[in-house]
């Protein structure tokens, strides 16, 4: 048989959050070694006196921050931060709350009102709590995406290379040429852009096939000399 629990037991209130955690938690040891008043004073220069009243500072860093550490959208942080206790304790709550801290689009908007130097100011916090360990011999950066600027040997580049090449050979080591064709290069570079051009991909292959002939005839002229 199931004994009932005594009705005059002292208990805890259940929304009480503080009391009833694990104080070694790692977001709550770290939630204690975060300087919020210095994030507070730094970040609520961006915020206005009119309208409606912002979000508090540390609800924000907060959730940018475990937005960082746990790889999260900002759905799902929001989400986490709803069915977590130790995440809503980490943004600076102290009873357990049952509705969203805010939207979604309220943080792109925090990320937008502190800009580039509000978010510098997070980082320093972070590099603050770890000092020389935040230091690193190597950085290992990821450029999958990154922008590159290379240049791949087409046809045409590698005559005009050909071409120019052998012409400074020939300037340095004192040859004398009957042509250099630096001027008809010009035009036939402009005119093998167009190999994408419904009607001027014909004239694009002349001009290609023209740009090989040359190439050919300087290092022919180039090797009996």
């Keep these: 048989m199931l004994k009932d629990s005594p009705q005059t037991s002292p208990q805890i209130g259940f929304f009480d959050l503080i009391s009833q955690l694990d104080q070694k938690h790692p977001l709550l040891l770290l939630a204690d070694e975060i ?3 210095f994030l507070n004073k730094t970040l ?5 006196d009119k309208g409606r009243p912002g979000k508090p500072v540390r609800l924000m860093c907060g959730l940018l921050m475990l ?3 746990y790889n999260l ?4 942080v929001i989400a986490q931060w709803m069915m977590n206790p130790y995440y809503q304790v980490f943004c600076g709550e102290v009873d357990f709350q049952t509705e969203p801290p805010c939207h979604r689009t309220d943080i792109t908007a925090f990320r937008l009102r502190i800009g580039e130097e509000g978010v510098n100011a997070i980082f320093a916090v972070s590099v603050a709590l770890h000092q ?3 230091e690193e011999d190597k950085v290992l950066v990821d450029t999958t995406v990154q922008e ?3 240049t791949y040997p087409t046809d045409t580049k590698l005559a005009i290379k050909i071409i120019n090449r052998l012409n400074k050979l020939a300037k340095k080591h004192g040859i004398k040429q009957r042509r250099t064709y630096v001027t008809e290069v010009k035009q036939l570079r402009l005119q093998c852009r167009h190999f994408r051009h419904p009607k001027l991909r014909g004239k694009a292959r002349r001009a290609l096939k023209r740009l090989r002939t040359i190439a050919g005839a300087v290092t022919i002229v180039k090797q009996r000399k």
């Design 148 to 150: 590159k600027a290379i």
């Design 44 to 48: 609520s220069v961006h915020y206005s």
């Design 67 to 69: 937005k960082q550490m």
């Design 132 to 134: 020389q360990d935040a």
């Design 35 to 37: 300087d919020w008043n």
């Design 73 to 76: 959208s900002d759905d799902n």
